[in-house]
């Protein structure tokens, strides 16, 4: 891609560009500046638009020293998952360290979750295609993922033993907390008309009451958690 058909250069990463002009040493910060700069083009452009040139043109570098942090695009964007997956265990490794019941977990989870997913890294997550990467990509990617799902579903199951939350499949709960969490990563912007802790304190009430009762507000007994159903989903 030529320099006239590139993206135009953005003011928000400025910083970033002022990295790379200072000549001092610094690989761990110039790596990060790739990362922020990489995962703001890859989620405004789209991953498959986005080439190394690009990233290396808006940075003011070139490509072959963009070489010397990523030896490819792939490697940027699983680095980039990491990150962001990073971000959930960490907040999860606290949550899971409180002793409190696991409903009141469970809302840790929501408030934190949404924090994440509207940052760049969270949202990259959500909204990048891991499809794009290669089988051994998407393996270390989904595994991450996995994980994830599998450490919210022990917090369901531990309010369900300790009578927080009603009895319901944990698998269920888990897919229907993320899913409803994951369209915020499409249509959230912070300079949106609702405060982004408004935003929390309604996620958090509607799906901690729909978990605490079985049911969601507006929901018929027969399409609530408890009731019982036949489901194959699989892994």
Same mark, same amino acid.
Request: glycine share 6%.
């Given at each position: 891609?030529?320099? /006239?058909?590139?993206?135009?250069?953005?003011?928000?990463? /400025?910083?970033?560009?002022?990295? $790379?002009?200072?000549?001092?040493?610094?690989?761990?910060?110039?790596?990060?500046?790739?990362?922020?700069?990489?995962?703001?083009? $890859?989620?405004?452009?789209?991953?498959?638009?986005?080439?190394?040139?690009? +990233?290396?043109? /808006?940075?003011?570098?070139?490509?072959?020293?963009?070489?010397?942090? $990523?030896?490819?695009?792939?490697?940027?964007? +699983?680095?980039?998952?990491r990150l962001g997956t990073d971000l959930i265990d960490e907040m999860l490794d606290s949550i899971e360290a409180e002793e409190k019941p696991g409903l009141d977990k469970v809302a840790d989870f929501i408030a934190g979750y949404i924090r994440i997913i509207t940052g760049d890294f969270g949202r990259a997550i959500i909204r990048l295609d891991d499809g794009e990467l290669s089988k051994a990509g998407r393996k270390v990617v989904r595994g991450r993922k996995r994980g994830i799902d599998h450490r919210l579903r022990a917090i369901i199951d531990e309010g369900i033993k300790d009578g927080s939350i009603a009895p319901c499949d944990a698998k269920i709960a888990s897919f229907l907390v993320a899913g409803a969490i994951h369209g915020m990563a499409s249509w959230y912007v912070p300079t949106g008309p609702?405060?982004?802790?408004?935003?929390?304190?309604?996620? +958090?009430?509607?799906?901690?009451?729909?978990?605490?009762?079985?049911?969601?507000?507006?929901?018929s007994p027969q399409d609530s958690f408890a009731f019982r159903i036949n489901t194959h989903a699989h892994e």
């Open positions: 891609m030529s320099r /006239q058909s590139a993206p135009r250069q953005s003011a928000a990463l /400025q910083p970033h560009r002022r990295l $790379f002009a200072d000549r001092r040493r610094n690989p761990d910060g110039k790596r990060g500046a790739v990362l922020h700069t990489a995962v703001r083009m $890859f989620l405004e452009r789209s991953y498959g638009r986005t080439s190394m040139n690009d +990233v290396a043109l /808006q940075l003011n570098i070139t490509k072959p020293a963009l070489y010397h942090y $990523f030896r490819n695009k792939e490697e940027i964007l +699983v680095e980039i998952y609702m405060e982004l802790t408004a935003i929390i304190e309604q996620y +958090v009430g509607m799906l901690t009451a729909g978990l605490a009762t079985g049911r969601l507000p507006g929901l």
